[in-house]
Protein backbone atom coordinates (compact mmCIF):
# COMPACT_ATOMS: atom_id res chain seq x y z
CA UNK A 1 0.00 0.00 0.00
CA UNK A 2 0.97 3.22 -0.77
CA UNK A 3 0.49 7.36 -0.63
CA UNK A 4 1.30 9.68 -3.13
CA UNK A 5 0.96 13.52 -2.37
CA UNK A 6 2.29 14.53 -5.69
CA UNK A 7 1.58 12.79 -8.89
CA UNK A 8 4.57 10.62 -9.77
CA UNK A 9 5.16 8.62 -13.57
CA UNK A 10 6.61 5.51 -11.72
CA UNK A 11 4.54 3.28 -9.40
CA UNK A 12 6.89 0.64 -8.79
CA UNK A 13 9.71 3.37 -7.40
CA UNK A 14 10.03 6.90 -6.66
CA UNK A 15 11.95 8.60 -9.46
CA UNK A 16 12.58 11.83 -8.66
CA UNK A 17 12.50 12.83 -12.13
CA UNK A 18 8.99 11.29 -13.20
CA UNK A 19 7.63 14.12 -10.62
CA UNK A 20 5.00 16.52 -11.58
CA UNK A 21 5.95 19.73 -11.37
CA UNK A 22 3.26 21.98 -10.01
CA UNK A 23 -0.07 24.08 -10.81
CA UNK A 24 -2.37 21.95 -13.43
CA UNK A 25 0.68 19.47 -14.40
CA UNK A 26 0.29 18.31 -10.98
CA UNK A 27 -3.86 17.84 -11.57
CA UNK A 28 -4.93 15.23 -9.04
CA UNK A 29 -2.03 14.65 -6.41
CA UNK A 30 -3.02 13.05 -3.57
CA UNK A 31 -3.09 9.24 -4.33
CA UNK A 32 -3.97 5.94 -2.32
CA UNK A 33 -2.94 2.43 -4.05
CA UNK A 34 -3.18 -0.68 -2.49
CA UNK A 35 -4.21 -2.86 -5.62
CA UNK A 36 -0.54 -3.15 -6.83
CA UNK A 37 1.25 -6.70 -6.44
CA UNK A 38 4.71 -7.15 -6.97
CA UNK A 39 6.97 -10.85 -6.74
CA UNK A 40 10.02 -11.91 -8.10
CA UNK A 41 11.06 -15.51 -9.40
CA UNK A 42 14.67 -16.30 -9.46
CA UNK A 43 16.27 -19.75 -11.38
CA UNK A 44 20.02 -19.91 -10.67
CA UNK A 45 21.26 -23.25 -11.87
CA UNK A 46 24.88 -23.89 -11.08
CA UNK A 47 27.29 -26.88 -12.99
CA UNK A 48 30.90 -27.56 -12.10
CA UNK A 49 33.50 -27.64 -14.45
CA UNK A 50 35.98 -28.84 -12.21
CA UNK A 51 36.27 -28.83 -8.40
CA UNK A 52 37.33 -24.98 -8.49
CA UNK A 53 35.46 -24.27 -11.59
CA UNK A 54 31.87 -23.47 -12.28
CA UNK A 55 29.26 -22.76 -15.11
CA UNK A 56 25.48 -20.90 -14.02
CA UNK A 57 22.81 -20.14 -16.04
CA UNK A 58 20.35 -17.59 -14.48
CA UNK A 59 16.90 -16.12 -14.78
CA UNK A 60 15.37 -13.50 -12.66
CA UNK A 61 12.00 -11.92 -13.74
CA UNK A 62 9.77 -9.61 -11.75
CA UNK A 63 5.92 -9.12 -11.58
CA UNK A 64 4.28 -5.96 -11.01
CA UNK A 65 0.58 -4.89 -11.86
CA UNK A 66 -0.08 -8.10 -14.19
CA UNK A 67 3.21 -7.33 -16.15
CA UNK A 68 5.97 -9.83 -16.24
CA UNK A 69 9.52 -8.99 -17.10
CA UNK A 70 12.94 -10.37 -17.55
CA UNK A 71 15.47 -8.22 -15.25
CA UNK A 72 18.57 -10.45 -15.67
CA UNK A 73 19.18 -13.53 -17.87
CA UNK A 74 22.96 -14.55 -18.58
CA UNK A 75 25.21 -17.33 -18.96
CA UNK A 76 28.47 -17.07 -16.79
CA UNK A 77 31.70 -19.40 -16.93
CA UNK A 78 35.02 -19.70 -15.85
CA UNK A 79 37.78 -20.02 -18.52
CA UNK A 80 41.25 -20.80 -16.51
CA UNK A 81 41.37 -17.58 -15.41
CA UNK A 82 38.58 -15.35 -16.86
CA UNK A 83 34.86 -15.23 -16.35
CA UNK A 84 33.25 -14.77 -19.24
CA UNK A 85 29.35 -13.26 -19.03
CA UNK A 86 26.97 -13.44 -21.75
CA UNK A 87 23.31 -11.79 -21.43
CA UNK A 88 21.45 -9.19 -19.58
CA UNK A 89 22.93 -7.97 -16.07
CA UNK A 90 23.85 -4.83 -13.78
CA UNK A 91 25.99 -2.71 -16.20
CA UNK A 92 29.81 -3.71 -15.80
CA UNK A 93 30.79 0.02 -14.73
CA UNK A 94 29.04 0.77 -11.81
CA UNK A 95 28.77 -1.30 -8.22
CA UNK A 96 25.48 -2.84 -7.27
CA UNK A 97 26.70 -3.83 -4.32
CA UNK A 98 26.32 -0.08 -2.93
CA UNK A 99 23.00 0.32 -3.31
CA UNK A 100 21.80 1.46 0.00
CA UNK A 101 18.26 -0.90 0.81
CA UNK A 102 14.93 -0.13 -0.06
CA UNK A 103 11.45 -1.80 0.98
CA UNK A 104 11.00 -2.39 -2.71
CA UNK A 105 14.43 -3.80 -3.52
CA UNK A 106 16.57 -2.22 -6.00
CA UNK A 107 14.10 -1.03 -7.85
CA UNK A 108 13.81 2.14 -6.20
CA UNK A 109 17.28 3.72 -6.44
CA UNK A 110 18.45 6.78 -4.43
CA UNK A 111 19.36 10.05 -7.30
CA UNK A 112 22.31 9.49 -8.03
CA UNK A 113 23.22 6.13 -9.09
CA UNK A 114 24.43 5.21 -12.36
CA UNK A 115 23.54 1.37 -11.77
CA UNK A 116 21.16 -0.17 -14.47
CA UNK A 117 19.97 -3.74 -14.10
CA UNK A 118 18.99 -5.79 -17.50
CA UNK A 119 21.91 -4.63 -19.59
CA UNK A 120 22.44 -6.34 -22.46
CA UNK A 121 26.51 -7.02 -22.66
CA UNK A 122 29.35 -9.18 -22.98
CA UNK A 123 31.59 -9.12 -20.15
CA UNK A 124 35.11 -10.19 -19.51
CA UNK A 125 36.08 -10.75 -15.21
CA UNK A 126 39.68 -11.30 -14.01
CA UNK A 127 39.28 -12.09 -10.32
CA UNK A 128 42.72 -12.61 -8.04
CA UNK A 129 43.24 -14.76 -4.88
CA UNK A 130 43.59 -10.87 -3.42
CA UNK A 131 39.97 -10.02 -3.48
CA UNK A 132 40.37 -7.43 -6.68
CA UNK A 133 38.33 -8.14 -10.03
CA UNK A 134 39.10 -6.31 -12.97
CA UNK A 135 35.91 -6.03 -15.49
CA UNK A 136 35.44 -5.04 -19.06
CA UNK A 137 32.31 -5.24 -21.55
CA UNK A 138 30.11 -4.37 -24.69
CA UNK A 139 27.30 -3.28 -23.61
CA UNK A 140 24.18 -2.31 -24.73
CA UNK A 141 23.93 1.84 -25.17
CA UNK A 142 22.49 3.77 -22.80
CA UNK A 143 19.51 5.52 -23.68
CA UNK A 144 19.36 9.10 -25.29
CA UNK A 145 17.50 12.31 -25.50
CA UNK A 146 19.17 14.18 -27.86
CA UNK A 147 18.10 17.83 -28.24
CA UNK A 148 16.43 18.73 -31.91
CA UNK A 149 19.15 20.80 -34.35
CA UNK A 150 18.81 23.30 -36.74
CA UNK A 151 15.42 23.67 -38.57
CA UNK A 152 16.59 20.59 -40.83
CA UNK A 153 16.30 18.35 -37.56
CA UNK A 154 13.53 19.30 -36.08
CA UNK A 155 12.54 15.99 -37.04
CA UNK A 156 15.37 13.71 -36.09
CA UNK A 157 16.37 9.85 -35.20
CA UNK A 158 18.17 9.41 -32.13
CA UNK A 159 21.21 6.58 -33.26
CA UNK A 160 22.83 4.63 -31.70
CA UNK A 161 25.08 2.81 -33.84
CA UNK A 162 28.26 1.88 -31.76
CA UNK A 163 28.31 -0.05 -28.65
CA UNK A 164 29.23 1.39 -25.13
CA UNK A 165 32.68 0.18 -23.69
CA UNK A 166 32.70 -0.18 -20.06
CA UNK A 167 35.03 -1.16 -17.20
CA UNK A 168 35.11 -1.17 -13.64
CA UNK A 169 37.88 -2.51 -10.91
CA UNK A 170 36.43 -3.96 -7.72
CA UNK A 171 37.82 -4.74 -4.38
CA UNK A 172 36.22 -6.68 -2.11
CA UNK A 173 37.34 -8.27 1.26
CA UNK A 174 35.66 -11.13 1.61
CA UNK A 175 32.74 -9.72 4.23
CA UNK A 176 31.94 -6.29 3.79
CA UNK A 177 33.75 -3.77 2.80
CA UNK A 178 34.15 -3.23 -1.17
CA UNK A 179 35.27 -0.37 -3.35
CA UNK A 180 35.44 0.38 -7.08
CA UNK A 181 35.97 2.34 -9.97
CA UNK A 182 34.24 2.40 -13.07
CA UNK A 183 34.40 4.25 -16.46
CA UNK A 184 32.56 4.22 -19.91
CA UNK A 185 32.64 5.08 -23.50
CA UNK A 186 28.90 6.16 -25.05
CA UNK A 187 28.59 7.39 -28.80
CA UNK A 188 25.91 9.62 -28.93
CA UNK A 189 24.19 10.13 -32.57
CA UNK A 190 21.27 12.11 -34.16
CA UNK A 191 20.13 12.15 -38.12
CA UNK A 192 17.86 14.87 -39.42
CA UNK A 193 15.12 15.29 -42.16
CA UNK A 194 17.66 15.35 -44.83
CA UNK A 195 20.01 12.70 -43.91
CA UNK A 196 22.59 14.58 -42.37
CA UNK A 197 24.31 13.11 -39.46
CA UNK A 198 26.00 14.34 -36.11
CA UNK A 199 27.52 12.23 -33.48
CA UNK A 200 29.19 13.50 -30.03
CA UNK A 201 31.30 11.47 -27.64
CA UNK A 202 30.24 10.79 -23.90
CA UNK A 203 32.12 9.03 -21.05
CA UNK A 204 31.81 8.70 -17.42
CA UNK A 205 33.42 8.34 -14.43
CA UNK A 206 32.18 6.87 -11.25
CA UNK A 207 33.60 5.25 -7.36
CA UNK A 208 31.50 3.53 -4.89
CA UNK A 209 32.48 2.34 -1.59
CA UNK A 210 30.80 0.46 1.31
CA UNK A 211 32.47 -0.21 4.52
CA UNK A 212 31.23 -0.86 8.31
CA UNK A 213 31.02 1.55 10.82
CA UNK A 214 30.08 -0.81 13.62
CA UNK A 215 29.40 -4.48 14.07
CA UNK A 216 25.64 -3.96 12.74
CA UNK A 217 26.64 -0.74 10.97
CA UNK A 218 27.61 -0.51 7.42
CA UNK A 219 27.80 3.39 5.17
CA UNK A 220 27.31 3.27 1.29
CA UNK A 221 28.45 5.96 -1.11
CA UNK A 222 29.35 6.88 -4.23
CA UNK A 223 29.79 9.44 -7.32
CA UNK A 224 29.66 9.55 -10.31
CA UNK A 225 29.96 12.22 -13.53
CA UNK A 226 31.04 13.06 -17.25
CA UNK A 227 29.64 13.95 -20.52
CA UNK A 228 26.63 12.65 -22.25
CA UNK A 229 25.49 9.75 -19.47
CA UNK A 230 22.12 11.09 -18.13
CA UNK A 231 20.32 8.16 -19.46
CA UNK A 232 22.56 6.46 -16.91
CA UNK A 233 22.25 8.44 -13.71
CA UNK A 234 19.12 7.49 -11.88
CA UNK A 235 16.67 10.96 -11.35
CA UNK A 236 17.70 12.02 -14.73
CA UNK A 237 15.39 9.99 -16.86
CA UNK A 238 14.51 12.74 -19.13
CA UNK A 239 17.30 14.96 -18.96
CA UNK A 240 19.27 15.79 -22.32
CA UNK A 241 22.45 13.85 -22.99
CA UNK A 242 23.57 16.10 -26.15
CA UNK A 243 22.69 19.44 -27.39
CA UNK A 244 23.46 21.42 -30.30
CA UNK A 245 26.68 22.90 -30.07
CA UNK A 246 27.49 26.63 -30.82
CA UNK A 247 28.72 25.31 -35.02
CA UNK A 248 25.49 23.56 -35.46
CA UNK A 249 26.81 20.05 -34.41
CA UNK A 250 26.01 17.85 -31.33
CA UNK A 251 27.81 18.31 -28.05
CA UNK A 252 27.73 16.19 -25.08
CA UNK A 253 25.97 17.58 -21.98
CA UNK A 254 27.51 17.17 -18.62
CA UNK A 255 26.02 15.70 -15.43
CA UNK A 256 27.08 14.50 -11.97
CA UNK A 257 25.33 12.29 -9.47
CA UNK A 258 26.25 11.75 -5.90
CA UNK A 259 24.47 9.29 -3.13
CA UNK A 260 25.01 7.99 0.44
CA UNK A 261 23.42 5.64 2.38
CA UNK A 262 23.35 4.11 6.07
CA UNK A 263 22.01 0.51 7.46
CA UNK A 264 22.10 -0.61 10.36
CA UNK A 265 20.70 -4.29 12.33
CA UNK A 266 18.79 -3.58 14.91
CA UNK A 267 18.69 -7.12 16.01
CA UNK A 268 18.75 -10.64 13.81
CA UNK A 269 15.80 -9.67 12.27
CA UNK A 270 15.04 -6.01 12.37
CA UNK A 271 16.90 -3.83 9.79
CA UNK A 272 16.65 0.29 9.13
CA UNK A 273 18.31 2.11 5.59
CA UNK A 274 18.19 5.73 5.52
CA UNK A 275 19.34 7.18 2.05
CA UNK A 276 20.03 10.40 -0.04
CA UNK A 277 20.43 11.11 -3.62
CA UNK A 278 21.12 13.93 -5.68
CA UNK A 279 21.60 14.53 -9.58
CA UNK A 280 22.17 16.72 -12.10
CA UNK A 281 21.04 17.00 -15.85
CA UNK A 282 23.83 20.17 -16.73
CA UNK A 283 22.44 22.95 -19.06
CA UNK A 284 20.02 22.79 -22.34
CA UNK A 285 17.59 24.43 -24.22
CA UNK A 286 14.96 21.85 -23.92
CA UNK A 287 13.00 23.50 -20.98
CA UNK A 288 10.94 20.86 -19.71
CA UNK A 289 13.51 18.39 -18.81
CA UNK A 290 15.35 17.82 -15.81
CA UNK A 291 17.90 20.06 -14.68
CA UNK A 292 18.54 18.43 -10.82
CA UNK A 293 16.56 16.05 -8.48
CA UNK A 294 17.01 14.30 -5.28
CA UNK A 295 15.42 11.77 -3.12
CA UNK A 296 15.63 10.44 0.28
CA UNK A 297 14.21 7.73 2.22
CA UNK A 298 14.27 6.29 6.22
CA UNK A 299 12.80 2.50 6.07
CA UNK A 300 12.32 -0.23 8.92
CA UNK A 301 12.29 -3.64 8.05
CA UNK A 302 11.06 -6.84 10.18
CA UNK A 303 11.41 -10.24 9.35
CA UNK A 304 9.04 -12.20 11.65
CA UNK A 305 9.85 -15.67 10.40
CA UNK A 306 11.62 -17.53 7.02
CA UNK A 307 8.95 -17.01 4.89
CA UNK A 308 6.85 -13.66 6.57
CA UNK A 309 7.91 -10.41 7.37
CA UNK A 310 7.12 -6.76 6.41
CA UNK A 311 8.22 -2.90 6.42
CA UNK A 312 7.41 0.68 6.49
CA UNK A 313 9.36 3.27 4.35
CA UNK A 314 9.13 6.97 3.43
CA UNK A 315 10.12 8.46 0.81
CA UNK A 316 10.64 12.36 -0.59
CA UNK A 317 11.61 13.60 -3.49
CA UNK A 318 11.99 16.95 -5.47
CA UNK A 319 12.50 17.86 -9.34
CA UNK A 320 13.42 20.99 -10.70
CA UNK A 321 12.98 20.86 -14.70
CA UNK A 322 14.89 23.48 -16.80
CA UNK A 323 12.11 26.20 -16.74
CA UNK A 324 12.10 26.78 -13.13
CA UNK A 325 8.68 25.27 -12.29
CA UNK A 326 9.05 22.94 -9.29
CA UNK A 327 7.84 19.93 -8.02
CA UNK A 328 8.06 17.59 -5.14
CA UNK A 329 6.18 14.28 -3.74
CA UNK A 330 6.19 12.59 -0.14
CA UNK A 331 5.21 8.63 -0.25
CA UNK A 332 4.18 6.38 2.26
CA UNK A 333 4.72 2.77 1.77
CA UNK A 334 3.80 -0.44 3.64
CA UNK A 335 5.16 -3.74 2.19
CA UNK A 336 4.09 -7.19 3.58
CA UNK A 337 6.47 -9.68 1.97
CA UNK A 338 5.57 -13.87 1.50
CA UNK A 339 9.14 -15.24 0.50
CA UNK A 340 9.01 -19.01 -0.69
CA UNK A 341 11.99 -20.77 -1.63
CA UNK A 342 14.87 -21.06 0.79
CA UNK A 343 17.53 -23.05 -1.08
CA UNK A 344 19.67 -19.31 -2.01
CA UNK A 345 20.09 -18.37 1.99
CA UNK A 346 23.76 -18.09 3.70
CA UNK A 347 24.27 -19.56 7.13
CA UNK A 348 20.30 -19.99 7.43
CA UNK A 349 20.07 -16.10 7.91
CA UNK A 350 18.24 -14.02 5.45
CA UNK A 351 17.19 -11.57 7.81
CA UNK A 352 15.19 -8.93 5.77
CA UNK A 353 16.52 -9.99 2.55
CA UNK A 354 13.32 -11.12 1.12
CA UNK A 355 11.45 -7.91 2.00
CA UNK A 356 14.34 -5.97 0.62
CA UNK A 357 14.18 -7.77 -2.33
CA UNK A 358 18.09 -8.18 -2.27
CA UNK A 359 19.77 -11.53 -2.34
CA UNK A 360 20.36 -13.38 1.02
CA UNK A 361 23.97 -13.04 1.00
CA UNK A 362 24.02 -9.43 0.92
CA UNK A 363 21.08 -9.35 3.31
CA UNK A 364 22.87 -9.19 6.82
CA UNK A 365 25.33 -7.22 8.00
CA UNK A 366 26.09 -10.22 10.59
CA UNK A 367 26.37 -12.75 7.92
CA UNK A 368 29.91 -14.58 8.40
CA UNK A 369 30.06 -15.19 4.85
CA UNK A 370 28.97 -12.63 2.71
CA UNK A 371 30.28 -12.88 -0.48
CA UNK A 372 32.27 -16.40 -2.17
CA UNK A 373 29.86 -18.78 -0.98
CA UNK A 374 30.30 -22.52 -1.33
CA UNK A 375 29.22 -24.05 -4.26
CA UNK A 376 27.00 -26.74 -2.11
CA UNK A 377 24.61 -23.40 -1.18
CA UNK A 378 23.68 -23.49 -4.52
CA UNK A 379 24.70 -19.71 -5.13
CA UNK A 380 27.45 -18.92 -7.64
CA UNK A 381 30.37 -18.16 -6.27
CA UNK A 382 30.90 -16.14 -9.07
CA UNK A 383 27.99 -14.42 -8.60
CA UNK A 384 29.47 -10.84 -7.43
CA UNK A 385 31.87 -10.60 -10.39
Known amino acids: MRYDTGVVGSEANLDPSTIAPGGALAKGAGNFDAAKFGGTFKFDLNAPITPEEQAQAYLETSFFDGDLA ?100 RYFDGDFFSLSCGGIVHIIGREGDLGDENFATGWGLTAATRFRTSECGGLMLGVV ?56 GGDTTVNLTTRTSQN ?20 YGDRNPVNGVYGDDHRFTLIVSVTMGHGNKVNGNAAAAAVSGDSADVGSLRDEIRQNVPAETGRSKFRRL
Open 70 to 169: IRHAFGRVNLATVNVLAGTYWTTWADEGTIPKSITGDQSLPAGVNTQSGVAQLRFAIPTESGWVTSFAIQQPAPDIVAPGPIAMNNYEALHRYPDLAARI
Open 296 to 315: VWANIIYQVNESFGYGFQYD
Open 225 to 280: GGKGIAGSIFGLSDAVTADTSAGGGLEAVTSYGAYVGYQHQFAENVLSTVAYGFAH
